[in-house]
């Protein structure tokens, strides 16, 4: 089986190439999903990514996979939390945010969509 690096640069690729059939040269050349992280464990991994959105701004997803015979599966992805960037705190207190109910990371609500 492929690594799940491999995988996941296969699928940021159909993912570009999808968008240019639909939209052409509209919107241009996204900017790179890079992989922050990879762990795995038996029969699944969890990999971090990271892309850039110009200075210092950025945005984190987290695919959740699972093996599936000789390939992976997408079964879960997430995005960091804006409100608290990821602490999964109020900023400048111990209360969980009210966002991400203190996990740091919100459920994406469409995976088709990334």
């Known amino acids: ?6 995988f996941l640069r296969e699928v940021f ?3 570009e190439r999808k968008a240019f059939e639909e939209y ?8 790179p999903e890079d992989i922050e992280n990879v762990t795995n464990f038996a029969g699944f991994a969890v990999a971090t ?3 850039s959105l110009g200075g210092k ?7 959740r996979l699972r093996s599936g015979g000789d ?8 995005y960091q939390c804006g409100r608290c960037g990821g602490t999964g705190k109020k900023q400048d207190t111990s209360e969980d945010c009210a966002r991400c ?14």
Do not use: N
């Open 101 to 114: 109910l203190g996990a740091g990371w919100v459920l994406q609500r469409d995976p088709a969509s990334l």
């Open 49 to 51: 990514t990271r892309t």
């Open 57 to 63: 701004a950025y945005m984190r997803h987290r695919y």
């Open 24 to 31: 052409g040269d509209l919107l241009g050349p996204g900017p």
């Open 1 to 6: 089986m492929k690594p799940v690096e491999e």
């Open 13 to 15: 690729e159909e993912r």
């Open 71 to 78: 390939t992976w599966t997408i079964y879960q992805i997430s």
